[in-house]
């Protein structure tokens, strides 16, 4: 195992087409960090120069001590994991496992207690013999990490492993991913576009748009604290609701105005803006996560909440809660309610906001101010 450290490195591609900014990370030794963001945001070239696969424009890579932007791939230590599992369909599993091992010339004795190791720890025991068409999906995906297991190598590499399994499978394969690495306690560097799969399965994530990295921390900190809209939006599912609105200054309290709505700040969110120096009339973004508004009830309601009134546009019932779209002054919000409501479309029903957990964000930069 290794640390991984990259240093301002970048990647651009012939017509100055920038693929990925100048960007500086570190992994630590033994964790395991989740490339997340939209497709052709740059994770996967970001993975693919770590592997030795494309050639950095500017910057130094480091895996463990050593400089590695000008080692061939082979001789970096790393294991890669693709989508597409990359099985040879001729050979059987315990082939498609040792083959790296071969090319290396490793003894055979050596060879079997590795594979036949991997083979345990991935319950493919009982599959060493069979070919790739004779297996499942998840099947496949655990030969392809059995392959990579083998190596023992400083980092594994991912580049969205589980993007071909139907949707119980990846829920079933993520769970294993986290006990192989407990139990390997390997570094991983993970890319996903499954933003669900990033928050579930990563120490850290590492969010990035357009090739630039937009922010990096703990799932749950990403998830209550995003620096602007773009990752409010992508980190949660459903996403961030937003809101335009007005601050308002009445009487030395703070009110975000908007159509048919007058919210008041509590006293936190007032104190953020007076250490901005400006708490004038103002265009703001209103950003608040679906679980942070419910239907008005006397059960539910606290002095902390502020009400508004909406529309419900549709309902989806998910057994667990009925997620209802609702019309908010002229924007579509997303709200979480109880499996039970009697709420249905087309009624108007009247939403309670617990505006300490929302987000205020600036209209024009989209960073986030509170």
Do not use: W
């Amino acid at each position: 195992m290794a640390e991984l450290k990259l240093k301002s490195v970048s990647k651009i591609y012939p017509g100055n087409i920038q693929a990925l900014a100048p960007t500086s990370l570190e992994v630590q030794d033994g964790e395991f960090v989740m490339l997340v963001g939209p497709s052709g945001c740059g994770k996967s070239t970001l993975l693919r120069m770590i592997a030795g696969l494309e050639t950095a424009t500017q910057g130094e890579m480091y895996i463990g001590s050593r400089l590695v932007n000008s080692i061939p791939a082979k001789d970096r230590d790393i294991a890669m994991v693709f989508q597409n599992y990359a099985l040879y369909p001729h050979m059987s599993v315990y082939e498609n496992m040792s083959f790296g091992l071969k090319m290396r010339k490793l003894p055979k004795s050596e060879i079997d207690s590795r594979v036949r190791a991997a083979a345990d720890i991935l319950n493919l025991k009982d599959f060493l013999d069979r070919k790739p068409r004779a297996l499942s999906g998840g099947q496949r995906q655990r030969v392809a990490l059995g392959r990579a297991i083998v190596r023992q190598p400083k980092l594994f590499l991912f580049d969205e492993p589980l993007s071909n399994l139907d949707a119980k499978l990846r829920v079933s394969m993520r769970a294993e991913l986290i006990k192989l690495h407990k139990r390997l306690k390997t570094t991983i560097l993970y890319v996903t576009h499954d933003q669900v799969e990033a928050m579930s399965m990563g120490d850290r994530l590492i969010v990035l748009k357009d090739g630039i990295v937009q922010q990096i921390g703990a799932p749950l900190e990403i998830y209550e604290r995003p620096v602007n809209q773009f990752v409010a939006s992508f980190i949660g599912s459903p996403p961030m609701n937003f809101i335009d609105c007005l601050l308002s200054e009445q009487d030395g309290q703070l009110f975000l105005l908007g159509e048919g709505f007058r919210l008041g700040l509590p006293p936190e969110k007032k104190a953020a803006f007076t250490k901005l120096g400006n708490t004038g009339a103002r265009s703001l973004v209103l950003g608040i996560r679906p679980e942070d508004i419910s239907e008005k009830s006397l059960a539910t309601h606290t002095a902390d909440d502020e009400m508004i009134t909406a529309r419900v546009i549709f309902l989806e019932p998910l057994g667990s809660e009925v997620l209802a779209t609702c019309s908010v002054a002229g924007h579509e919000v997303i709200v979480r309610l109880n499996p039970r409501t009697l709420v249905k479309s087309d009624e108007v029903i009247n939403l309670t906001l617990n505006l300490k957990r929302a987000t205020l964000f600036d209209p024009l930069t989209t960073e986030a101010l509170t």
